[in-house]
């Protein structure tokens, strides 16, 4: 791996791509110039297996599960933070970091519903440091108040006050992370609330859902600060037959609240993809969250590859030119492999598609389209396939002081070898 770094070979493949691409009507320098615009969410959640910092922590629940027992989690927010800095100084671009309410800094036991702003503060301090913005995300699950699997939709108004109480505070604080930041928190919001048989009654939960989130978004924060997403789901472990926030109840939700919908890849029927629904959706909504995910048959939040419907989620947001308003997020978490390597692996990935996308010759695709020119329009598409993108990605690696082809996992190694394995802890995730 060490003869990897050959600068002058890097820039001579580069050169030759960029010729390559030029031929096609493509400016490489353009295109790198756009991605390094894009940031993406990174999810505090893939380091510790969602487990969070909590004083009397439960277990995973809310329908979702990690799986593995790699070695090296981290117990702590130190742990966690450290974890984070080595994950993106493998990365190329400034991005984001998106953290759960869940990974507070808790002096004592503090529930959920009296969080604020200063359980956050070393987070902010942490983020200023390392120039990265923060998202947030309520989080309802894992709770003693969440396990007969309703929260914002309960029955019980007590329970549904307590929650709602939680999204005050989950919106205070990502505005506090906006103000201080000066970007943009986005807040997103995802209840596992519904049910494992066949309800009695469908409509009943969905209006409790409805008022409850009504009654969090009641006050108006500036956009500058804060943006709230709500995400749709289609089934978690536990509620099979029925969620209360499925895909047609919070699209028309965002649509009459003016809020961002989020689109979870690993949240549809398993042949139903989330590239072909973001250019429908951006049709009435300004702007969107993906949580971009990859599902094994289920919602198993796999660590993001790069699949065909990544490829395909990143040409939709280019092509429908929709980058200043799709939000990036991810959302996977695996316990099988090294956590910072999930998060490089994952992230790599979607900066790879945006690149991919950005490289096409879109223009001229919709023009073959417009014309009817269906053979031409399939033979550019394969043709792109083969194209030096790989040459485009090591020269960006160069560029931004970041380790080229395989270097980030000798890194990786070294770190899990004199960090990560001499955490004590043994994984409890199955
Ligand atoms: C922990 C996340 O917020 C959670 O995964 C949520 O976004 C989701 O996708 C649940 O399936
Ligand atoms: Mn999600």
């Known amino acids: ?63 979702i599960a990690v799986t593995g027992n790699y070695i090296g989690k981290a117990r702590s927010i130190d742990e966690l933070r450290s974890d984070l800095e080595k994950a993106f100084s493998l990365l190329p671009g400034k991005h984001r970091l998106n953290l759960h309410a869940i990974y507070g800094e808790f002096i004592a036991p503090t529930d959920r519903n009296e969080i604020g702003p200063e359980h956050f503060q070393g987070w902010i301090d942490w983020a200023r440091q390392q120039q990265v913005g923060l998202d947030f995300n309520p989080s309802f699950f894992s709770h003693e108040n969440a396990n007969d699997g309703f929260t914002l939709s309960h029955t019980d108004a007590g329970i549904r006050n307590f929650w709602v109480e939680h999204g005050i505070a989950s919106r205070q604080i990502g505005e506090a992370f906006g103000a201080a930041l000066e970007t943009p928190c986005v807040t997103n919001f995802w209840v596992p609330d519904g ?31 804060h943006l709230d997403a709500v995400e749709c789901k289609l089934f978690g472990i536990g509620s099979e037959s029925y969620v209360v926030g499925s ?3 919070y699209l028309g939700y ?41 599902g094994v048959r289920w919602d198993s939040d796999h660590v993001v590859t790069y699949s065909d419907e990544l490829q395909a989620i990143a040409q939709e947001i280019v092509r429908g030119n929709y980058l200043d308003r799709v939000h990036v997020g991810l959302d996977f978490f695996d316990a099988s492999i090294n956590r910072v390597a999930a998060w490089v692996i994952g992230t790599q990935n979607m900066i790879k598609a945006l690149l991919t996308a950005l490289l096409e010759p879109t223009q001229q695709l919709k023009q073959l389209e417009i014309e009817g020119d269906y053979t031409s329009r399939l033979a550019m598409m394969e043709e792109l396939k ?17 380790p080229i082809g395989l270097e980030w996992l000798e890194s990786v190694k070294q770190y899990e070898n004199s960090v990560q394995k001499h955490r004590s802890n043994i994984s409890e995730t199955v």
């Open 1 to 63: 791996m060490s003869n990897l770094r050959d600068t002058a070979s890097i820039e001579k493949a580069f050169q030759h791509a960029k010729d390559r691409y030029a031929a096609l009507g493509v400016d490489v320098n353009v295109a790198l110039k756009a991605l390094e615009s894009i940031p993406v969410s990174v999810h505090c959640w893939q380091g510790d297996d969602v487990q969070g910092f909590e004083h009397d922590s439960e277990k995973l629940g809310g329908g």
């Open 195 to 225: 049910f494992k048989d066949t309800p009695a009654d469908r409509r009943a939960p969905r209006e409790r859902l409805a008022a409850s989130l009504d009654e969090i978004f009641a006050q108006e924060l500036d956009p500058q600060r």
């Open 247 to 249: 895909h047609e109840f």
């Open 254 to 294: 965002a649509i009459s609240r003016n809020k961002l919908l989020c689109l979870d890849a690993g949240h549809f029927h398993p042949t139903e993809v989330i590239s072909d629904k973001i250019s429908s959706v951006m049709m009435y909504l300004p702007e969107i969250l993906l949580h971009v995910s990859r």
């Open 386 to 402: 083969s194209m030096p993108f790989g040459a485009v990605w090591d020269y960006y690696c160069l560029s931004s002081g970041v």
